[in-house]
Protein backbone atom coordinates (compact mmCIF):
# COMPACT_ATOMS: atom_id res chain seq x y z
CA UNK A 1 0.00 0.00 0.00
CA UNK A 2 1.33 3.12 -0.71
CA UNK A 3 2.41 5.80 2.06
CA UNK A 4 -0.66 8.07 1.73
CA UNK A 5 -2.98 5.69 1.66
CA UNK A 6 -1.58 3.95 4.85
CA UNK A 7 -1.58 7.53 6.36
CA UNK A 8 -5.21 7.28 5.41
CA UNK A 9 -6.35 4.21 6.89
CA UNK A 10 -4.48 4.72 9.69
CA UNK A 11 -6.07 7.89 10.61
CA UNK A 12 -9.40 6.85 9.83
CA UNK A 13 -9.10 4.25 12.34
CA UNK A 14 -7.93 6.20 14.81
CA UNK A 15 -10.87 8.82 14.35
CA UNK A 16 -12.86 5.97 14.78
CA UNK A 17 -11.33 5.26 18.25
CA UNK A 18 -10.86 1.56 16.21
CA UNK A 19 -8.02 0.22 18.10
CA UNK A 20 -7.68 -3.04 16.63
CA UNK A 21 -7.81 -1.57 12.95
CA UNK A 22 -5.39 0.93 14.35
CA UNK A 23 -2.61 -1.84 14.94
CA UNK A 24 -3.32 -3.81 12.53
CA UNK A 25 -2.77 -1.03 9.67
CA UNK A 26 0.51 0.05 12.19
CA UNK A 27 1.28 -3.65 11.85
CA UNK A 28 1.30 -3.12 7.77
CA UNK A 29 3.30 -0.30 8.01
CA UNK A 30 6.39 -1.86 10.10
CA UNK A 31 6.20 -4.75 7.18
CA UNK A 32 8.68 -2.64 4.96
CA UNK A 33 9.69 0.11 7.08
CA UNK A 34 11.97 0.74 10.40
CA UNK A 35 10.14 1.23 13.27
CA UNK A 36 11.45 4.62 13.40
CA UNK A 37 10.85 5.33 9.75
CA UNK A 38 6.68 3.57 10.45
CA UNK A 39 6.53 7.07 13.16
CA UNK A 40 7.99 9.46 10.98
CA UNK A 41 6.03 8.38 7.80
CA UNK A 42 3.06 7.30 8.86
CA UNK A 43 1.95 8.39 12.50
CA UNK A 44 3.47 11.75 12.76
CA UNK A 45 1.33 12.96 9.52
CA UNK A 46 -1.85 11.25 10.60
CA UNK A 47 -1.45 13.19 13.92
CA UNK A 48 -0.98 16.41 12.01
CA UNK A 49 -4.00 16.00 9.99
CA UNK A 50 -6.02 15.01 13.02
CA UNK A 51 -4.91 17.97 14.62
CA UNK A 52 -5.99 19.83 11.22
CA UNK A 53 -9.36 18.48 11.35
CA UNK A 54 -10.05 19.63 15.22
CA UNK A 55 -9.04 22.88 13.58
CA UNK A 56 -11.49 23.23 11.24
CA UNK A 57 -14.07 22.08 13.59
CA UNK A 58 -14.54 18.20 11.75
CA UNK A 59 -13.09 16.00 14.50
CA UNK A 60 -13.71 16.57 18.31
CA UNK A 61 -11.17 16.89 20.98
CA UNK A 62 -11.84 13.55 22.26
CA UNK A 63 -10.64 12.15 19.16
CA UNK A 64 -7.87 14.42 18.94
CA UNK A 65 -7.46 12.67 22.51
CA UNK A 66 -7.35 9.23 21.80
CA UNK A 67 -5.45 9.38 18.73
CA UNK A 68 -2.46 10.98 20.58
CA UNK A 69 -3.12 7.90 23.53
CA UNK A 70 -3.09 4.88 21.14
CA UNK A 71 0.09 6.77 18.98
CA UNK A 72 1.66 6.70 22.53
CA UNK A 73 0.76 2.90 23.54
CA UNK A 74 2.36 2.08 19.84
CA UNK A 75 5.52 4.53 19.56
CA UNK A 76 6.04 2.72 23.32
CA UNK A 77 6.20 -0.62 21.70
CA UNK A 78 7.99 -0.35 18.72
CA UNK A 79 10.95 1.82 19.29
CA UNK A 80 13.98 0.35 19.20
CA UNK A 81 16.04 -0.17 22.53
CA UNK A 82 19.31 2.05 23.46
CA UNK A 83 22.60 1.51 22.18
CA UNK A 84 25.12 0.38 24.72
CA UNK A 85 27.48 2.20 23.06
CA UNK A 86 26.34 5.26 24.42
CA UNK A 87 28.44 8.73 23.49
CA UNK A 88 28.42 10.49 26.91
CA UNK A 89 29.21 13.83 25.10
CA UNK A 90 27.94 16.75 25.39
CA UNK A 91 25.71 17.02 28.29
CA UNK A 92 21.97 16.92 26.86
CA UNK A 93 18.82 16.94 28.31
CA UNK A 94 15.29 16.92 26.41
CA UNK A 95 12.23 18.57 27.86
CA UNK A 96 8.50 19.67 27.05
CA UNK A 97 8.43 23.19 28.09
CA UNK A 98 4.72 24.47 30.05
CA UNK A 99 2.51 21.94 27.59
CA UNK A 100 1.22 18.57 27.75
CA UNK A 101 1.55 17.05 24.55
CA UNK A 102 4.32 14.80 24.96
CA UNK A 103 4.84 12.35 22.10
CA UNK A 104 6.97 14.27 19.90
CA UNK A 105 9.68 14.67 22.89
CA UNK A 106 9.44 11.08 23.81
CA UNK A 107 10.42 9.79 20.40
CA UNK A 108 12.89 12.08 20.17
CA UNK A 109 14.17 10.55 23.19
CA UNK A 110 14.10 7.23 22.14
CA UNK A 111 15.89 7.83 19.01
CA UNK A 112 18.28 10.23 20.27
CA UNK A 113 19.00 7.50 22.85
CA UNK A 114 18.92 4.73 19.97
CA UNK A 115 21.45 6.33 18.25
CA UNK A 116 24.24 6.37 21.29
CA UNK A 117 23.19 9.88 23.23
CA UNK A 118 22.81 9.54 26.52
CA UNK A 119 20.26 12.29 27.18
CA UNK A 120 18.42 13.99 31.14
CA UNK A 121 14.69 13.24 30.15
CA UNK A 122 13.60 16.69 32.40
CA UNK A 123 9.50 15.53 31.29
CA UNK A 124 7.29 18.62 31.58
CA UNK A 125 8.97 21.80 33.19
CA UNK A 126 8.22 25.21 33.39
CA UNK A 127 10.62 28.10 32.59
CA UNK A 128 12.55 28.95 36.15
CA UNK A 129 12.79 25.45 36.66
CA UNK A 130 13.94 24.71 33.57
CA UNK A 131 16.88 27.31 33.97
CA UNK A 132 18.10 26.22 37.68
CA UNK A 133 17.87 22.51 36.69
CA UNK A 134 19.89 23.40 33.50
CA UNK A 135 22.52 25.27 34.65
CA UNK A 136 22.62 22.73 38.17
CA UNK A 137 23.55 19.88 35.15
CA UNK A 138 25.84 21.55 33.43
CA UNK A 139 24.24 21.34 30.52
CA UNK A 140 25.43 21.84 26.64
CA UNK A 141 22.33 20.96 24.98
CA UNK A 142 18.94 21.69 25.70
CA UNK A 143 16.29 19.88 23.53
CA UNK A 144 12.49 21.90 23.90
CA UNK A 145 9.95 20.27 22.61
CA UNK A 146 6.96 23.12 22.25
CA UNK A 147 3.67 22.26 21.06
CA UNK A 148 1.23 24.94 21.79
CA UNK A 149 2.42 28.78 20.89
CA UNK A 150 2.88 29.78 24.57
CA UNK A 151 5.21 27.20 25.34
CA UNK A 152 7.26 28.37 22.56
CA UNK A 153 7.35 32.01 22.76
CA UNK A 154 8.36 30.62 26.34
CA UNK A 155 11.40 29.54 25.12
CA UNK A 156 12.69 33.07 23.94
CA UNK A 157 12.83 33.71 28.03
CA UNK A 158 14.62 30.31 28.63
CA UNK A 159 17.39 31.28 25.91
CA UNK A 160 17.64 34.59 26.63
CA UNK A 161 18.35 33.65 30.34
CA UNK A 162 20.65 30.62 29.55
CA UNK A 163 22.47 33.18 27.61
CA UNK A 164 22.97 35.43 29.95
CA UNK A 165 24.15 33.15 32.61
CA UNK A 166 27.06 32.62 30.04
CA UNK A 167 26.69 28.83 30.34
CA UNK A 168 27.48 27.94 26.22
CA UNK A 169 24.50 26.03 26.51
CA UNK A 170 23.17 25.42 22.74
CA UNK A 171 19.37 25.31 22.37
CA UNK A 172 17.78 23.14 19.86
CA UNK A 173 13.60 23.43 19.18
CA UNK A 174 11.12 21.58 17.70
CA UNK A 175 7.24 20.97 17.60
CA UNK A 176 4.06 22.32 15.85
CA UNK A 177 4.41 25.91 16.12
CA UNK A 178 8.18 26.15 14.53
CA UNK A 179 6.57 24.19 12.15
CA UNK A 180 4.21 26.13 11.12
CA UNK A 181 5.84 29.38 11.49
CA UNK A 182 9.70 28.74 10.01
CA UNK A 183 11.52 31.56 11.45
CA UNK A 184 10.31 31.64 15.14
CA UNK A 185 13.06 29.50 16.02
CA UNK A 186 15.35 32.86 15.50
CA UNK A 187 12.43 34.85 16.86
CA UNK A 188 12.88 33.26 20.54
CA UNK A 189 16.71 32.83 20.25
CA UNK A 190 17.32 28.77 19.47
CA UNK A 191 20.71 27.76 18.17
CA UNK A 192 19.03 25.55 15.97
CA UNK A 193 15.36 23.98 14.59
CA UNK A 194 14.52 19.95 14.18
CA UNK A 195 11.46 18.72 11.82
CA UNK A 196 11.65 15.72 13.23
CA UNK A 197 13.87 13.03 15.38
CA UNK A 198 16.29 12.03 12.77
CA UNK A 199 16.80 16.14 12.52
CA UNK A 200 17.55 16.39 15.86
CA UNK A 201 20.40 13.95 16.04
CA UNK A 202 21.85 15.33 13.13
CA UNK A 203 21.68 18.87 15.16
CA UNK A 204 23.47 17.66 18.43
CA UNK A 205 25.95 15.20 16.33
CA UNK A 206 27.08 18.56 14.37
CA UNK A 207 27.47 20.40 17.39
CA UNK A 208 29.55 17.65 19.21
CA UNK A 209 31.96 18.10 16.05
CA UNK A 210 32.23 21.76 16.93
CA UNK A 211 32.57 21.18 20.68
CA UNK A 212 35.65 18.88 20.38
C1 LIG B 1 -2.34 14.75 20.07
C2 LIG B 1 -2.56 16.25 20.29
C3 LIG B 1 -3.03 16.65 21.53
C4 LIG B 1 -3.20 15.69 22.72
C5 LIG B 1 -1.80 15.47 23.36
C6 LIG B 1 -1.64 14.06 23.90
C7 LIG B 1 -0.20 13.80 24.35
N1 LIG B 1 -0.09 13.01 25.38
O1 LIG B 1 0.78 14.26 23.79
C8 LIG B 1 -4.19 16.51 23.64
C9 LIG B 1 -5.61 16.15 23.30
C10 LIG B 1 -3.96 16.36 25.13
C11 LIG B 1 -3.96 17.94 23.12
C12 LIG B 1 -4.34 19.05 23.84
C13 LIG B 1 -4.25 20.35 23.39
N2 LIG B 1 -3.87 20.73 22.14
CO1 LIG B 1 -3.05 19.52 20.86
N3 LIG B 1 -2.51 18.49 19.38
C14 LIG B 1 -2.28 17.20 19.25
C15 LIG B 1 -1.85 16.91 17.78
C16 LIG B 1 -3.06 16.44 17.00
C17 LIG B 1 -0.73 15.93 17.58
C18 LIG B 1 0.51 16.20 18.43
C19 LIG B 1 1.38 14.99 18.37
O2 LIG B 1 1.45 14.21 19.31
N4 LIG B 1 2.04 14.79 17.20
C20 LIG B 1 2.90 13.64 16.97
C21 LIG B 1 4.28 13.98 17.46
C22 LIG B 1 5.21 12.79 17.31
O3 LIG B 1 4.74 15.02 16.63
P1 LIG B 1 5.46 16.32 17.21
O4 LIG B 1 5.10 16.57 18.61
O5 LIG B 1 5.30 17.41 16.22
O6 LIG B 1 7.00 15.87 17.23
C23 LIG B 1 7.75 15.59 16.06
C24 LIG B 1 8.45 16.81 15.46
O7 LIG B 1 7.77 18.04 15.66
C25 LIG B 1 9.81 16.78 16.10
N5 LIG B 1 10.02 17.41 17.39
C26 LIG B 1 9.20 17.59 18.44
N6 LIG B 1 9.84 18.15 19.46
C27 LIG B 1 11.10 18.34 19.07
C28 LIG B 1 12.19 18.90 19.74
C29 LIG B 1 13.42 19.00 19.06
C30 LIG B 1 14.59 19.61 19.76
C31 LIG B 1 13.55 18.54 17.71
C32 LIG B 1 14.84 18.67 16.99
C33 LIG B 1 12.46 17.96 17.07
C34 LIG B 1 11.25 17.87 17.74
O8 LIG B 1 10.10 15.40 16.22
C35 LIG B 1 8.89 14.70 16.54
C36 LIG B 1 8.93 13.35 15.88
O9 LIG B 1 8.90 13.48 14.49
C37 LIG B 1 -1.37 18.34 17.33
C38 LIG B 1 -1.39 18.59 15.81
C39 LIG B 1 -0.02 18.94 15.24
N7 LIG B 1 0.00 19.45 14.03
O10 LIG B 1 1.01 18.76 15.88
C40 LIG B 1 -2.30 19.25 18.16
C41 LIG B 1 -1.84 20.66 18.52
C42 LIG B 1 -0.38 20.68 18.90
N8 LIG B 1 -2.68 20.98 19.70
C43 LIG B 1 -3.06 22.22 19.73
C44 LIG B 1 -3.87 22.80 20.76
C45 LIG B 1 -4.32 24.20 20.54
C46 LIG B 1 -4.18 22.05 21.92
C47 LIG B 1 -5.01 22.53 23.12
C48 LIG B 1 -4.75 23.98 23.58
C49 LIG B 1 -6.49 22.30 22.78
C50 LIG B 1 -7.49 22.84 23.77
N9 LIG B 1 -8.17 23.88 23.32
O11 LIG B 1 -7.58 22.34 24.88
C51 LIG B 1 -4.62 21.51 24.22
C52 LIG B 1 -3.39 22.05 24.99
C53 LIG B 1 -2.90 21.19 26.09
C54 LIG B 1 -1.61 21.76 26.65
N10 LIG B 1 -1.67 22.80 27.48
O12 LIG B 1 -0.57 21.28 26.34
C55 LIG B 1 -2.62 23.00 18.50
C56 LIG B 1 -1.49 24.01 18.81
C57 LIG B 1 -1.64 25.27 17.96
C58 LIG B 1 -0.71 26.37 18.40
N11 LIG B 1 -0.06 26.98 17.42
O13 LIG B 1 -0.58 26.70 19.55
C59 LIG B 1 -2.22 21.83 17.51
C60 LIG B 1 -1.07 22.18 16.55
C61 LIG B 1 -3.51 21.47 16.72
C62 LIG B 1 -3.89 22.55 15.73
N12 LIG B 1 -3.64 22.37 14.46
O14 LIG B 1 -4.43 23.56 16.11
N13 LIG B 1 -3.41 17.94 21.89
Known amino acids: ?24 VFSQVLASRTPIEAVEQVVVPALEQIGTAWQDGSVALSQVYMSGRFCEELVERVLPPSDPDRKHQPRSAIVVLNDYHRLGERIVYSVMRASGFELFDYGRMEVDELVERALADRLRVLLISALILPSALKVKEVCARLKASGAGIKVAVGGAPFLFDDQLWREVGADAMGHSAADAVGIVRGWMEAMR
Do not use: G, H, V
Open 1 to 24: MATDELIRSFREALESLDRLRADE
